[in-house]
């Protein structure tokens, strides 16, 4: 790895950790790559030379969250009780992270909209948990230890949409909601054994 | 009512209404002054004799969408199986209504930071709610309605949250997610009456 590559490539971690900064503070559309570009103390020109336009450094920052989650919580284990565990794992990472929390709520919110160029990645985002949630309750289910009555999809659903919705209030009123212990409270409702042994 | 006064009143709702689809297009953040007066066909000092702040016209449409859905709802019923279905019927109105809903998630996951205009109005909108619905569930308790052991402040947290986090996902992907069906179903099992007899 030549120094000139090795430089480029913190440069470039670098503009990310900005632009998902001023994405907190200002929203995507709020947010301009000059006030990225100053945050990170380079040119406009140098900015661009990176991310030639606001859509890929968008891009950029989603595609770092994701594949940092992933790896922190190994999401790639096989749909069952683990699966379940991990997703709790990362709410117990996000109340330590609020920052990170806040510009994933905004975005989200901003890109429910068609035309928003995250909309992509958060309709695909929102699906890919669904499915991973629904069918590690199939698992469960075919082994008993997911409580009778309990649809699977339906479930799978309602967990993310918590996990969401908890997240804004507690972000609204820390000291009043606990998401962790609200999420593994209903998790635990879903099942016949305890989630952790 | 004189006319002048008419026309004050008149022209007054046309700039909160414009407001609202300027704030679900942009975020409170990224909207000005200039662009809502432009839409209305106001000139920018037309709009500040009405609203002398950006801060003075968020209020307006916060507190004209609470207006709108207290009367609607009738909200102010007393705590019990029949604020549940109100809250229900609200989400109802919500999915005929996207535009709404997507101006208010967006401002919802803005105002999270204590410094936001909106953020009291969220923090004691999010806190009303959550006490509405968990006195609610104590009449419930009381009467043997509600499901053995049910928390009522835990299960009328979790049911806020489900309402803002379901919408998040259906305005993303409307064709996979059905709010009101959901909410309806989780309310239900908690219940040990029919939620609609």
Same mark, same amino acid.
């Given at each position: 790895?030549?120094?000139?590559?090795?430089?480029?490539?913190?440069?470039?971690?670098?503009?990310?950790? *900005?632009? !998902?900064?001023?994405?907190?503070?200002?929203? /995507?559309?709020?947010?301009?790559? =000059?006030?990225?570009?100053? +945050? %990170?103390?380079?040119?406009?020109?140098?900015?661009?030379?990176?991310?030639?336009?606001?859509?890929?450094?968008?891009?950029?920052?989603?595609?770092?969250?994701?594949?940092?989650?992933?790896?922190?919580?190994?999401?790639?284990?096989?749909?069952?009780?683990?699966?379940?565990?991990?997703?709790?794992?990362?709410?117990?990472?996000?109340?330590?992270?609020?920052?990170?929390?806040?510009?994933?709520?905004?975005?989200?919110?901003? *890109?429910? !909209?068609?035309?928003?160029?995250?909309?992509? /990645?958060?309709?695909?985002?929102? =699906?890919?948990?669904?499915? +991973? %949630?629904?069918?590690?309750?199939?698992?469960?289910?075919?082994?008993?230890?997911?409580?009778?009555?309990?649809?699977?999809?339906?479930?799978?659903?309602?967990?993310?949409?918590?996990?969401?919705?908890?997240?804004?209030?507690?972000?609204?009123?820390?000291?009043?909601?606990?998401?962790?212990?609200?999420?593994?409270?209903?998790?635990?409702?879903?099942?016949?054994?305890?989630?952790?042994?």
């Amino acid at each position: 790895m030549s120094g000139g590559y090795l430089k480029g490539r913190i440069r470039r971690e670098d503009i990310i950790s *900005a632009a !998902a900064v001023v994405y907190g503070e200002a929203g /995507y559309h709020g947010a301009s790559l =000059r006030e990225i570009a100053k +945050r %990170v103390g380079i040119s406009h020109a140098g900015l661009l030379y990176h991310f030639p336009t606001k859509e890929a450094l968008l891009a950029a920052v989603l595609e770092r969250r994701d594949a940092e989650d992933a790896e922190r919580e190994q999401l790639g284990v096989p749909p069952g009780l683990e699966v379940l565990r991990r997703f709790l794992a990362l709410a117990e990472h996000n109340v330590r992270h609020p920052g990170i929390v806040e510009v994933y709520s905004r975005l989200a919110a901003e *890109a429910v !909209a068609p035309g928003h160029p995250a909309h992509e /990645y958060f309709d695909r985002h929102y =699906r890919q948990a669904r499915e +991973r %949630v629904r069918d590690s309750f199939r698992v469960l289910a075919e082994t008993g230890e997911l409580r009778a009555g309990v649809d699977p999809a339906e479930a799978a659903l309602t967990f993310i949409a918590l996990m969401d919705g908890l997240q804004v209030q507690w972000l609204t009123a820390p000291a009043q909601v606990d998401p962790v212990g609200t999420l593994r409270c209903c998790l635990q409702n879903l099942l016949t054994v305890p989630l952790f042994p």
